[in-house]
C-alpha cells in the first residue's frame, strides 16, 4: 500500500508543472502563479490588471482573471498578453476604457461590465475576431434587454479589411440559441456581421415602441467593408408596425466617400413583421430571406439627398420571399442602377406587390430572373414599372390569388430598350399593358385567359414610340376572352414599326388576334390566330389581323386560313410571290376601299382580272377568299356581301 502512494505522490508532484507552465496547461483554481515570466499569470497576485500588465512587460503570458476586477485606469492589454476569464469572472469599467490588442479566451458568459462611460475595445491583428453580446450581460431568454449588450459587443470590434472577410476571419459578433430582446435599435457603423445558430434557432425581438429600424447599417463614414447579418430571425414588435427591421444606408460612392468594393450581405434570415430598407448601397447581397408581414417587404432608393450624385448600385437579391405585405412586396424608388432580382416571390400583398416609382427620375439594367407574384382582391396591379432603362424580365410570372380579376399583370409605362423573356400571366384584364414606350423586345412571353388584351400598347403624351418587338409570344384563350390578342391603341401619340414576329393571338370568335390600325408601319411576320372550336390546337389555323390604311401591308404570313381586315381608311393588301398553297380571307371592317393586290404580274382568276390587276370593295362585311394554285395564280374559292346577298359588283377590278 505504501508503495502505491509512494507512486501517486509522484505523478501528482510531476503533473504541477505541467498544469502551471506547460503550452497544453489547464488553470487550476487553488494554485497562484507569482512569477510574471510564467506561462500563466494570476490577477489574484496583483492589485489590479494595471500592474499585472506593467510586470508581465513584453513577456509572452495568459493574464488569468479569475476574480472580479475594477478598473482604477484605462488599460491597454498589448499582443503578447492573452487575457483569459474563469468562470463568473467580471471586469468593471467604470469611466474607464479597456483596450485588447492581444488573444482573448472567454466562455459565452458575462465578463464585462459596462455600467459608466468605460468601453471595451478590440483592436490590432492579433485580436479577437469574434465577440459574444453575453460578454456584456446579454441573456437570450425573451425578457432581459439586450441591446445595451449588443450595441457594446458591435462597438468593440474594429473595421476589418476585405481580405479578412476572404480568409473567413474578420468583425463578427455570435449570438446563441434563444430569444435576444432589445427595446432600441442597434447602430453598425463598421464592417461587423452579426451571426446566429440558425433562422430558427437565433431571434433578435423588439420590444416597445421605441424601435425605428432595428438594425441600422450606417456607412456614413466611407470605411465599410462586408458585414451583415446571418443565421438568424429579426422579429419586430407589432405587425402595425410601418418600420424597417434592417436599414443600410450610404454605402455609396457619394460625395468624397471611398467607392466599396462590396455591401453587407443579409443571408439566412427571418424577418418578421419589418422588412429590409436600403440607401444609397453599393454592391450588396441579399439572399435566402423570408419576410413575413412587413409594411414594405424590400424598399430601395439612390440619391436620397437630392443632388448628391448617390445611386444604389449592384443590389443581388436572391431567394427571397416576401408573404403578406401591408403595403408593397418590392418598392423601387428612384436612381437604382445594375441590380438583380432573382429566385424570389411576392405573396398577397396588400397593395402593389413589385412597384418601380419614375418620380423624374430612372432607373437602369435591372434584372428580374425567375420572380412570381400573387395578386389578392382588391389589388390592381401585379408589377406597376415606370421609367427604368433597359429593364430585364425574365421568366416572371403573376397570377391572382382568387377568381378576382386584377387590371394588369404586367404594368409597364416609359421604359425603354427593355426585354422581356419567357414571362407569364393569366387571369387578368391586360396581361402586358406597355404605355409610351419604344425599343422593346418580348420574346416567349404568354398571356392567359385575359379579359381584354392579351399584350396592349398605348400613347397617351402625343409622342412618337418606336420598334417595340414582339417574337414567339402568344395569347391563349381560356373561357370567353375579350377582344384582343395584341392591340395598338393611340389616344394622342403615335408608334411606328411595331414587329410581330411567329405570335399567336388566340382570342374567342368575337375578338381578333392582332389589331395594328393604329401603326401605320407594323409588320406581322407568320403571325396566327385561333378561333376554331375548344382547344388551340385546332387545324386550320385562322387569324383576325385589323391593319391601318395609308400604307401598304405585306402579306408574309404562311399559315393557312387567315383573314385580314380593314381599319380606319382604305387599306391596300399586297399578296406574297409564288402563292401556291395559301389560303386568305379579307374582310371590310371599315367602310373604306379594302385594295387585294397580287405580286406583280401575278393573276387573280376573278370577273374581268387580268395579270395584276387587284380588287376591291367598300361594303363592311364583304369579303373574298383567295387560294393560290399555283406559283403566279390567285383562286377566288368564297365570297360573301355584307347584306348576306353577294353581287358580282362589290369586288371589281381597281386598275
Not at 424597417?244 to 467607392?259: K, L, R
Not at 399578296?575 to 380571307?585: C, F, I, N, Q, S
Request: with cysteine; hydrophobic share 35%.
Amino acid at each position: 500500500m505504501k508503495k502505491y502512494l509512494k507512486f501517486f505522490t509522484i505523478l501528482l508532484m510531476l503533473s504541477i508543472p505541467t498544469i502551471c507552465f506547460g503550452a497544453r496547461a489547464q488553470y487550476m483554481p487553488d494554485i497562484v502563479v507569482t512569477e510574471p515570466g510564467a506561462a500563466w499569470t494570476d490577477i489574484r497576485s496583483y492589485t489590479s490588471i494595471t500592474a499585472a500588465i506593467t510586470d508581465i512587460g513584453a513577456t509572452q503570458s495568459t493574464l488569468l482573471i479569475s476574480e472580479d476586477e475594477t478598473l482604477i485606469a484605462s488599460v491597454i492589454v498589448p499582443a503578447n498578453v492573452t487575457l483569459r476569464f474563469t468562470q463568473g469572472s467580471v471586469i468593471t469599467l467604470g469611466a474607464f476604457d479597456l483596450t485588447i490588442v492581444g488573444p482573448f479566451n472567454a466562455g459565452r458568459t458575462q465578463v464585462f461590465n459596462e455600467n459608466s462611460t468605460g468601453v471595451v475595445s478590440f483592436v490590432g491583428s492579433v485580436a479577437v475576431p469574434v465577440v459574444f453580446p453575453e460578454w456584456w450581460g446579454a441573456v437570450a431568454d425573451d425578457s432581459t434587454d439586450c441591446a445595451a449588450a449588443i450595441q457594446s459587443a458591435v462597438d468593440s470590434l474594429p473595421q476589418v479589411s476585405l481580405s479578412s472577410w476572404d480568409s473567413g476571419s474578420g468583425g463578427k459578433v455570435s449570438f446563441g440559441t434563444g430569444v435576444y430582446k432589445i427595446t432600441v435599435d442597434i447602430d453598425i457603423v463598421e464592417g461587423i456581421l452579426l451571426e446566429g445558430q440558425g433562422k430558427l434557432a437565433t431571434v433578435i425581438q423588439a420590444s416597445g415602441a421605441n424601435i425605428d429600424h432595428m438594425l441600422y447599417f450606417n456607412g456614413s463614414d466611407g470605411e465599410f467593408e462586408m458585414g451583415g447579418v446571418r443565421d438568424m430571425t429579426v422579429a419586430n414588435y407589432s405587425d402595425s408596425n410601418q418600420f424597417p427591421n434592417i436599414q443600410i444606408s450610404s454605402f455609396g460612392a457619394c460625395g468624397t466617400d471611398t467607392i466599396k468594393e462590396r455591401g453587407p450581405i443579409i443571408d439566412n434570415v427571418i424577418l418578421l413583421y419589418g422588412g429590409i430598407e436600403i440607401y444609397d448601397a453599393m454592391y450588396l447581397t441579399i439572399r435566402d430571406i423570408f419576410i413575413s408581414e412587413p409594411y414594405v417587404g424590400i424598399y430601395i432608393t439612390g440619391q436620397t439627398d437630392t443632388g448628391d450624385g448617390c445611386a444604389s448600385i449592384g443590389i443581388n437579391i436572391d431567394q427571397c420571399e416576401i408573404y403578406g405585405a401591408r403595403s408593397y412586396g418590392m418598392h423601387f424608388v428612384k436612381f437604382n442602377d445594375v441590380c438583380r432580382i432573382s429566385n424570389s416571390t411576392v405573396w398577397y400583398s396588400e397593395d402593389i406587390p413589385i412597384l418601380f416609382e419614375n418620380a423624374g427620375t430612372y432607373h437602369s439594367w435591372i434584372l428580374f430572373d425567375h420572380v412570381d407574384v400573387n395578386i389578392i382582391p382588391g389589388v390592381e396591379y401585379g408589377w406597376k414599372v415606370e421609367g427604368p432603362i433597359r429593364l430585364r424580365l425574365t421568366s416572371c410570372h403573376v397570377e391572382p390569388s382568387s377568381t378576382n380579376v386584377p387590371d394588369y399583370g404586367f404594368y409597364l409605362e416609359n421604359i425603354t430598350r427593355g426585354v422581356f423573356s419567357s414571362c407569364y400571366v393569366q387571369n387578368v384584364e391586360y396581361g402586358y399593358f406597355l404605355k409610351n414606350s419604344d425599343y422593346n423586345t418580348f420574346y416567349g412571353c404568354t398571356a392567359f385567359g385575359t379579359d381584354t388584351a392579351g399584350f396592349y400598347l398605348t400613347v397617351t403624351d402625343a409622342a412618337t414610340y418606336f420598334s417595340n418587338s414582339f417574337q414567339s409570344c402568344n395569347v391563349i384563350r381560356y373561357g370567353e376572352l375579350g377582344a384582343y390578342g395584341f392591340q395598338i391603341d393611340e389616344t394622342s401619340g403615335d408608334f411606328k414599326r411595331t414587329y410581330f414576329d411567329s405570335c399567336w393571338g388566340g382570342t374567342d370568335t368575337n375578338g381578333y388576334g392582332f389589331d395594328t390600325s393604329s401603326d401605320s408601319e407594323a409588320t406581322l411576320v407568320a403571325c396566327n390566330d385561333e378561333q376554331d372550336g375548344n382547344t388551340i390546337n385546332v387545324y386550320p389555323i385562322r387569324a383576325r389581323f385589323i391593319l391601318n390604311a395609308n400604307t401598304p401591308h405585306t402579306v408574309i404570313y404562311s399559315e393557312y386560313g387567315s383573314n385580314f381586315l380593314n381599319s380606319d381608311g382604305a387599306v391596300e393588301f399586297d399578296l406574297p410571290a409564288d402563292p401556291t398553297g395559301l389560303v386568305y380571307t379579307f374582310t371590310v371592317y371599315n367602310a373604306s376601299n379594302l385594295h387585294v393586290d397580287p405580286n406583280g404580274t401575278d393573276q387573280i382568276i376573278y370577273a374581268g382580272c387580268v395579270a395584276g390587276d387587284r380588287v376591291l370593295s367598300s361594303t363592311v362585311g364583304d369579303s373574298i377568299t383567295l387560294e393560290g394554285i399555283n406559283s403566279s395564280t390567285w383562286m377566288v374559292t368564297s365570297l360573301s356581301a355584307g347584306d348576306g346577298d353577294f353581287t358580282d359588283t362589290v369586288w371589281t377590278d381597281a386598275n
